[in-house]
């Protein structure tokens, strides 16, 4: 995790001292809210039609702790009213659409505490990523649980809303699966892969017949309804590499399903990548005691290691180069793409840049990254 992911959660506190100007986004329309988990880290994505903001804050209900995320004087799209959560971080997502704007409450377990880090980028057909992510902080010390207090009611049985916000939005009816849409082939099988990619066709195919196998899959979202996937790839030839593939569903209108799929060197093992990614978890307060400031962690411990793994990944990969230049030209179609990455890889590591990234192709997208564990990544975009 970067330092100013961990120096950003720090400052949560001190938000709501900011003028309520701030992060409003008058026009702007949420159009999709999702919630996922990758690894250690859950992430909230919001869909918009253009780049916008959110004003973040933290509170407390019922005993629980809350993020709360808006998009004040944003308009809602019809959004799900809850996401279900995760068993990290996040016990659910609720969403509330007002004239006041578009309001997200991630309900937190109250004795995890974590760091977080937001991104805004570009999504496709024109539209906008707001992305947040929360990853543990197993450095933090762990607060006793509360009791909830026991909820008062009202005269009259009726329980009080929060004044000001207008019910939830339900979601839309064509959220639900069509039966067109429904996958073939048992769950964590390269038939239900090549039902859910058909672009990607070709590429799983070749993985399927080279030998790899899905050591892993998890599903996302809410049973019988539209629904991410994630799944892993091994090889028992190659115990460095790995297939890692995303299935991102489309909810709206005119928009596509989003297929990514990597072959990652993450899976090397070693002192420096162990080193690394000891470090990459370490907290504020553990940085602190090492080093006077983020900038001297990132120079003088963190950028020596990403050389080394930009020398140990640019061998695997020239190593097992067959397994990447066969990935590149069943995705792109292209030979030309392969030797151009491989061109790449073989470049000499510059000791002052530890890394960069290269978009090598466009359509597909394709990416070559050069930091911290090399990866090749293909973006397929499907319309159903």
């Known amino acids: 995790m970067g330092g100013l992911a961990i120096l950003g959660s720090l400052l949560l506190g001190i938000w709501g001292e900011i003028p309520a100007a701030w992060g409003r ?10 919630l996922s988990r990758v690894g250690d880290t859950t992430m909230l994505t919001v869909v918009l039609d253009r780049p916008a903001e959110a004003r973040l804050s933290t509170r407390t209900s019922m005993g629980k702790p809350q993020l709360v995320v808006e998009f004040l004087q944003a308009r809602g799209a019809r959004l799900p009213s809850r996401l279900e959560g995760d068993d990290l971080l996040v016990e659910r997502a609720l969403t509330e659409v007002a004239p006041e704007g578009v309001r997200i409450v991630l309900e937190l377990f109250p004795d995890r505490p974590y760091t977080f880090w937001k991104k805004i980028q570009k999504g496709p057909a024109g539209q906008s990523l707001w992305v947040l992510g929360l990853n543990p902080d197993p450095s933090a010390p762990r607060m006793e649980r509360p009791r909830p207090p026991e909820p008062l009611e009202p005269p009259g049985g009726v329980t009080e809303s ?14 639900r699966l069509k039966e067109s849409e429904r996958v073939q082939g048992s769950p964590g099988s390269f038939a239900e892969l090549k039902s859910l990619m058909p672009k990607a066709a070709t590429l799983l195919e070749g993985l399927e017949r080279d030998g790899w196998t899905i050591s892993e899959f998890h599903s996302y979202d809410r049973p019988g309804q539209r629904f991410s996937r994630d799944f892993i790839l091994t090889h028992r030839q190659y115990p460095e590499l790995a297939v890692k593939i995303v299935y991102l569903p489309a909810n709206m209108p005119n928009t596509p399903n989003i297929n990514i799929l990597s072959l990652t060197t993450d899976r090397l093992g070693g002192e420096t990548a162990d080193k690394y990614r000891q470090m990459r978890k370490m907290s504020f307060s553990q940085i602190k005691k090492e080093h006077e400031d983020i900038g001297d962690f990132f120079d003088d411990a963190l950028k020596p290691l990403r050389v080394k793994l930009r020398e140990q990944t640019k061998a695997v990969a020239l190593r097992d180069a067959r397994v990447f230049q066969n990935f590149l030209s069943r995705a792109a179609h292209s030979p030309q793409v392969a030797e151009k990455v491989m061109n790449h890889i073989r470049e000499k590591v510059n000791q002052r840049f530890e890394g960069v990234q290269y978009t090598v192709m466009e359509d597909p997208l394709v990416l070559l990254n050069l930091v911290d564990f090399l990866y090749v990544r293909v973006y397929f975009l499907e319309t159903r």
Do not use: T
């Open 25 to 34: 986004n008058p026009g702007v329309e949420v159009r999709r809210v999702g």
């Open 162 to 175: 929060e004044p000001g916000l207008a019910p939830p939005a339900p979601p839309p009816e064509d959220y």
